[in-house]
């Protein structure tokens, strides 16, 4: 199975560059999904399994031809743990095993997975090893989104090393939380990479000011972009038949674009 990510080749540079939107935290208002599946553009939407909506929220993307990831809950730094279903480091690997196919199962029409929170877990290789098996073992097809709250993060080595494709995300467009300000620049930085290098991937949240924000800038943008969904930009470079280096997407060191 082919794993990782491309560079746009010098024919396809001509055309326009590609923006990946990542929602994530879906699964605790049925609401802002709603407002979010009415975003401008081809998108994907992270949804937290056993929240008070997810299931509801699946069905509602799946109706609509949505494309839907398991957001994974994993333990991040401080050992902050939100969620009951969060994998940690205190589990065994069967425990593990377990609590990601019950995650999947929940949730039967996802494409994909990536981690919410995470920046303890996705720097534990001996843990990341049996979550991406288990994920492989579900369904080859899918894949993993590293959506890297850490730059120590090994999600993405193993979800190669298991056979998955992996890709990395390259801007947290509302990292300060509902702060429209800092967002719009984000924004900003995420249309400069895709000019960059030929593609960005962007997460963001369904705070109220991201909404806002999201609607007016997508539909700016619509003429000299490109918006695909994650499998969207994983076909396209399949049929495209160019080579996949295993490390492309450059994180900013900084802790502006970073998040637990």
Do not use: C
């Not at 560059?17 to 929602?23: D, E, G, S, T, Y």
């Not at 996705?122 to 890297?148: A, C, Q, V, W």
């Not at 924000?213 to 396209?236: C, G, H, N, P």
């Amino acid at each position: 199975m082919l794993s990782g990510l491309i560079l746009l080749s010098t024919a396809a540079s001509a055309e326009k560059p590609v923006l990946a939107l990542v929602i994530d935290d879906l699964g605790y208002s049925y609401d802002q999904a709603r407002q979010v599946f009415e975003l401008p553009g081809r998108h994907t939407y992270a949804i937290i399994p056993a929240t008070t909506y997810s299931r509801k929220i699946a069905h509602l993307a799946s109706e609509q031809g949505h494309e839907i990831m398991l957001h994974m809950p994993m333990q991040s730094s401080g050992d902050l743990i939100i969620e009951s279903t969060a994998l940690h480091d205190g589990m065994t690997e069967q425990e593990i095993t377990r609590g990601v196919e019950q995650m999947i199962s929940e949730l039967p029409n996802i494409r994909g997975v990536n981690n919410h929170m995470g920046s303890k877990l996705t720097e534990i290789g001996y843990i990341m090893r049996p979550i991406m098996e288990t994920i492989h073992k579900h369904n080859d097809g899918y894949y993993f989104l590293d959506s890297r709250t850490t730059a120590q993060s090994q999600a993405y080595q193993h979800a190669l090393r298991a056979g998955l494709s992996s890709i990395k995300r390259d801007v947290f467009l509302d990292f300060q939380g509902d702060d429209a300000e800092v967002t719009a620049e984000q924004f900003e930085l995420w249309l400069k990479k895709a000019r960059d290098k030929g593609y960005a991937i962007a997460i963001a949240h369904p705070y109220h000011g991201t909404i806002e924000l999201l609607k007016e800038k997508l539909a700016e943008v619509a003429d000299d972009f490109r918006f695909m969904t994650i499998s969207d930009l994983i076909q396209y470079q399949q049929q495209e038949s160019l080579p996949w280096p295993r490390y492309l997407s450059h994180l900013h060191q900084d802790s502006k674009n970073s998040k637990q």
